[in-house]
């Protein structure tokens, strides 16, 4: 991990300062295919997938840095399940056997990502509190368990993972800025906006299937 590190160092020189505080190149860089992985998930694009892996990366470099473990681990198993979300937009099915369409969950079927969440986070943020330094487990750990959340109902092309991810966005905002990475808390701001839209762009996706 430091040799991962220490590599990746030059790219933590300054790029600008924001508000007093430096912004790095790797932020930057994390930031720009941040912004163009949601647009194309918006638009159903699989390209988004590869997008993510990268952006992903980056991100673990940087908040593995600023002592975010939950948040760094968590870059890490989004890199891996962007391969699984990128094979199920290509290749998934749905239980007829016909292709991956935009949809939404059964009302029965929403209680398991909230029974899901529900267990995850409290689990994470004991596991953060006891085994790292980080000085924020609890708020670390709730957008962590979210996103894995959100992370799975996007791959499957459930309509409901754009409610996982303003909810994510909108927590993750206050943590960011309260860790001084002001480029990733404006990131995660537009994100919130992205997300409605992109609720919206998939509900008119979404209207066409149910009518056919």
Request: net charge positive.
């Amino acid at each position: 991990m430091d040799t991962l590190l220490h590599w990746v160092q030059p790219f933590f020189a300054p790029a600008f300062t924001l508000w007093r505080t430096p912004v790095t190149w790797v932020e930057l860089l994390a930031f720009v295919l941040a912004l163009a992985m949601v647009v194309l998930n918006m638009r159903v694009n699989p390209v988004a997938w590869p997008l993510a892996i990268v952006s992903s990366l980056l991100y673990f470099a940087l908040f593995w840095d600023n002592r975010l473990y939950g948040d760094a681990s968590l870059q890490i198993f989004f890199a891996l399940l962007s391969l699984w979300g990128w094979w199920q937009w290509l290749r998934g099915t749905q239980d007829d056997g016909t292709a991956l369409q935009v949809r939404t969950l059964h009302p029965r079927g929403r209680v398991w990502p909230l029974v899901a969440l529900a267990l995850a986070w409290p689990a994470t943020g004991l596991f953060l509190k006891t085994y790292t330094n980080t000085d924020v487990p609890w708020w670390d750990a709730f957008p962590t368990a979210a996103s894995v959340v959100g992370q799975w109902l996007l791959g499957r092309k459930y309509i409901e993972n754009w409610v996982a991810w303003i909810v994510v966005n909108v927590v993750s905002v206050g943590l960011f800025a309260y860790k001084g990475l002001w480029l990733t808390a404006l990131l995660y701001a537009l994100f919130i906006a992205m997300s409605v839209v992109g609720w919206r762009a998939w509900r008119r996706l979404l209207a066409p299937a149910r009518a056919g």
